[in-house]
C-alpha cells in the first residue's frame, strides 16, 4: 500500500528566508510524486511533479522539489519564501504500477512572516 | 489551461434533503474524474473514481447509496449527497485527469464546494 507522512504540521519561516516543506513516501512500485497548495476555502493547486528524469523538479511559483530515492524523500523547497506563500501544502503520491488513485499526506500549514 | 470548475462553491440546505454538486473540465476533457472529501485542518480523502460511462468506482467505507455519481459526458461529473444529515457537511473536491494522458500525469482540482447540512 501507498502511504504519504509530512511530519511537520506546521512551518514558519521569516519571509525572505528559504523554506523546505518534508514529505517521505511509501510505494511498492515506482513513485510519482506531487505537490499541491491550497489557499483558504479553495480546491488544490498544483505546484510541481516528479514521474522521471531529474532528481531536481522545478515548478510554480519559484518552488522546487528534490526526489531522493534512497531517504524516500520529496521535500518541497523554495530559496526565498513570500507571504503570500502562507497556505496549506500536501505531497501525494500515486504508485507508478498499481491503480490511478492518489494517495495524499495529512498537509503542511506554512506561515511566511513579514 | 486545464481548469476544473465546480457549482455551487458553498450549499447550505435542510436536514434529509438532497444535494447535487457539479463538476466539469472547462478546457479538456475527462475520461476520468474523481471526488474527495475534506473535514477540516485534515487531508483530502477519496470517495470515489468517476469513469464516463460506467458506474463510478467507491472506496472502502464509502456508501453510494448516500453518494451518487453520474459522469455522464467527458466534461462533467456530479455527486449527489442524498438525505443529507449533519455529520455530511464538508468541503467536497473534485479532480480531473486529462482524456489520454498517462496515469502517471497530473490530476487538476476543482475549487471545492462547502456543504453545510443543518
Known amino acids: 500500500a501507498q502511504s504519504v507522512a509530512q511530519p511537520e504540521d506546521q512551518v514558519n519561516v521569516a519571509e525572505g528566508n528559504p523554506l523546505t516543506v518534508k514529505c517521505t513516501y511509501s510505494?511498492?512500485?515506482?513513485?510519482?510524486l506531487f505537490w499541491y497548495v491550497q489557499y483558504p476555502n479553495r480546491g488544490l493547486q498544483f505546484l510541481l511533479k516528479?514521474?522521471?528524469?531529474?532528481?531536481l523538479v522545478k515548478g510554480s511559483y519559484g518552488f522546487e522539489a528534490e526526489f531522493n530515492k534512497s531517504q524516500t524523500s520529496f521535500h518541497l523547497k523554495k530559496p526565498s519564501a513570500l507571504v503570500s506563500d502562507s497556505a496549506l501544502y500536501f505531497c501525494?503520491?500515486?504508485?507508478?504500477?498499481?491503480?490511478?488513485?492518489?494517495?495524499f499526506g495529512p498537509g503542511t500549514r506554512l506561515s511566511v512572516l513579514p | 489551461g486545464a481548469v476544473v470548475s465546480q457549482h455551487p462553491s458553498w450549499v447550505i440546505c435542510k436536514s434529509g434533503t438532497s444535494v447535487k454538486i457539479e463538476c466539469r473540465s472547462l478546457?479538456?476533457?475527462?475520461?476520468?474524474m474523481f471526488w474527495y472529501r475534506q473535514f477540516p485542518k485534515q487531508s483530502l480523502m477519496l470517495m470515489a473514481t468517476?469513469?464516463?460511462?460506467?458506474?463510478?468506482?467507491?472506496e472502502q467505507g464509502v456508501e453510494k447509496d448516500k453518494f451518487l455519481i453520474n459522469h455522464a459526458s467527458l466534461t462533467l461529473s456530479t455527486l449527489t449527497v442524498t438525505s443529507a444529515h449533519p455529520e455530511d457537511s464538508s468541503f467536497y473536491i473534485c479532480?480531473?485527469?486529462?482524456?489520454?494522458?498517462?496515469?502517471?500525469?497530473?490530476?487538476?482540482f476543482g475549487p471545492g464546494t462547502r456543504l453545510l447540512v443543518l
Open positions: 479532480s480531473a485527469r486529462p482524456t489520454g494522458e498517462r496515469l502517471q500525469e497530473t490530476q487538476y
Open positions: 510505494v511498492s512500485g515506482n513513485p510519482y
Open positions: 516528479y514521474i522521471t528524469g531529474d532528481n
Open positions: 501525494a503520491v500515486r504508485d507508478g504500477g498499481y491503480g490511478q488513485n492518489f494517495v
Open positions: 478546457d479538456f476533457q475527462a475520461t476520468t
Open positions: 468517476s469513469n464516463e460511462g460506467s458506474k463510478a468506482t467507491y
